[in-house]
């Protein structure tokens, strides 16, 4: 199967940054979208970022400007630069990557979440 494995979250005060990394692992043929979604608590779990393959970046508005997401393909990676942090950015945040696996079958894999708190 396919494995994604998040790492770079924490704690940062306003205005600080971030940078979250999302690495694709397993029986992978090719990727043609990878994402950054977060979920706060009490609210639904919302896109942030997606990157998909011979596109340009899609951004939430709230992210627009402050967040950029970039993939590297030799390493079936993703990444999310988050500058300019808000309290408001506080949540959870997966990663999202729609795999074409060796046997030619796509699915949707999510990693486990990685918790970002913006608090001074």
């Known amino acids: 199967q396919v494995q994604l494995v998040e790492s770079g979250g924490g704690l940062v005060q306003p205005g600080g940054s971030l940078r979250l990394s999302c690495a694709a692992s397993g029986s992978i043929f090719s990727i043609n979208h990878m994402g950054w979604y977060r979920q706060a608590p009490g609210k639904q779990r919302e896109l942030v970022a997606a990157i998909s393959t011979g596109a340009s970046p899609n951004y939430a508005d709230s992210v627009k400007g402050r967040f950029t997401i970039s993939r590297d393909n030799t390493k079936n990676a993703v990444y999310l630069q988050m500058n300019s942090l808000k309290p408001e950015d506080t949540a959870v945040y997966y990663c999202?990557?729609?795999?074409?696996?060796?046997?030619?079958?796509?699915?949707?894999?999510w990693g486990q979440g990685t918790q970002v708190t913006v608090s001074s």
């Open positions: 999202n990557a729609y795999v074409v696996t060796t046997a030619r079958s796509t699915y949707n894999f």
